[in-house]
C-alpha cells in the first residue's frame, strides 16, 4: 500500500503541471475535490458511514480540511506551476522529515538522536541545491516555488501528527473521515475562489482526463483511503516514508515522458533530501531486531 501511494503521489506533480497551463491552482484544487469527493461520499453513504452524532467532532474535520487538504493541495499546486514537474516533485521528500520534527514537538516517543538531526540537515541543504539562490536568473522563480513546495510538505507534515493523535482514535470510519474532510475543504474553497475560465481545462482532454481520474478519483479519493489506512497501521513517521517514493516517480515522469531538463545540482538536491529521509526514519539496529521478535 506504501508503493501504490508512493506511485499515485509521485504522478500527481505531472497532471497539476499540465493543468496549471490551463487553469489556476485554486480551480484546479476544486476539480480535484470534486472528483475525489463523490465516489467517496458514496462509498461512505453506501456503507452506513456516515453519521449525523459525528458532527461533535468538526473541529478535527476543519483542522484537517485546512492542514491536511487546503494546504496540502495549494502549497503542492502553486509550487508545481513554477517549477518543473520533477523538481517539485522531489521536494515532496521533505514531508517525512517535517512529519517527524511535528512529531517530535507534540508525540511522545519521539526523540531527537545524531542521526535524525543529520537527516534534517540534509534535507534542508537538499532544498537549498534545488532553490539556487545563488542564480540571479532564476532565483525569484525558484524560490517563490520552492517556497511553496515546502509550506504543501508542512500542511500534509502536521496532517500526519495530527490525524494520529486526534482523528485515528476517534474510531470514525475512514471513509467518513475523508469525506467530512473533503466536503469541508470544497466548502471552504467555494468562498476564496474565482471560477472564470475553469472551463479551459476541457479544451485539452488528455489533460482533462489527468486532473479528474489521476488527481481527482486516484490522487484524492484512493490516496485518502491509503493515507489514512497507513497512519493507523504505521504511526504517523512510519507512515510518511512513503515519500520515499514520489519523488522518484515524479522525476521519472518528468524526464523520460515529459522531456524535462532537471540540472545535475536539481539531481543532487532530491538525493540530499531523499539520503535526509532515511537517516529520519532508519530505526538502530536493537530497535528493529526487537521489533523483529516481538
Not at 534545488?130 to 524560490?143: E, L, M, S, V
Request: aromatic share 12%.
Amino acid at each position: 500500500m506504501l508503493g501504490l501511494l508512493g506511485l499515485i503521489w509521485g504522478s500527481s506533480f505531472i497532471y497539476m503541471k499540465m493543468a496549471s497551463q490551463l487553469i489556476s491552482p485554486l480551480q484546479i484544487i476544486l476539480l480535484r475535490l470534486v472528483c475525489g469527493l463523490v465516489p467517496i461520499a458514496l462509498y461512505a453513504y453506501g456503507k452506513g458511514a456516515l453519521k449525523w452524532d459525528h458532527r461533535k467532532h468538526i473541529v478535527h474535520f476543519l483542522v484537517m480540511a485546512v492542514v491536511g487538504t487546503i494546504g496540502y493541495y495549494y502549497g503542492f499546486t502553486k509550487g508545481t506551476s513554477l517549477l518543473l514537474s520533477g523538481v517539485a516533485g522531489a521536494l515532496s521528500g521533505l514531508t517525512p522529515i517535517l512529519s517527524f520534527l511535528f512529531a517530535l514537538i507534540f508525540l511522545e516517543g519521539e526523540r531527537a538522536s545524531l542521526q535524525k538531526v543529520l537527516g534534517i540537515s540534509l534535507g534542508f541543504l537538499g532544498v537549498v541545491f534545488i532553490a539556487q539562490p545563488f542564480r540571479a536568473d532564476i532565483a525569484a522563480t525558484n524560490i517563490e516555488g520552492v517556497l511553496y513546495n515546502v509550506l504543501g510538505s508542512l500542511s500534509v507534515g502536521a496532517s500526519f501528527v495530527y490525524a494520529k493523535k486526534y482523528v485515528i482514535p476517534l474510531g470514525i470510519p475512514v471513509s467518513a473521515v475523508i469525506t467530512y474532510q473533503l466536503g469541508l475543504s470544497l466548502v471552504i474553497l467555494l468562498f476564496a475562489i474565482d471560477l472564470t475560465g475553469i472551463g479551459n481545462i476541457w479544451s485539452e482532454p488528455y489533460v482533462a482526463a489527468g486532473l479528474v481520474l489521476g488527481l481527482g478519483v486516484l490522487g484524492t479519493g484512493v490516496a485518502y483511503i491509503l493515507y489514512y489506512y497507513i497512519i493507523g497501521k504505521l504511526g504517523a513517521v512510519s507512515a510518511s516514508s512513503v515519500a520515499y517514493i514520489p519523488p522518484v516517480v515524479a522525476i521519472a515522469i518528468g524526464v523520460f515522458f515529459a522531456g524535462e531538463q532537471i540540472a545535475l545540482l536539481e539531481y543532487a538536491g532530491a538525493a540530499l533530501i531523499l539520503t535526509g529521509v532515511v537517516l529520519v526514519n532508519r530505526q538502530p539496529a536493537r530497535m528493529r531486531s526487537g521489533a523483529s521478535t516481538a
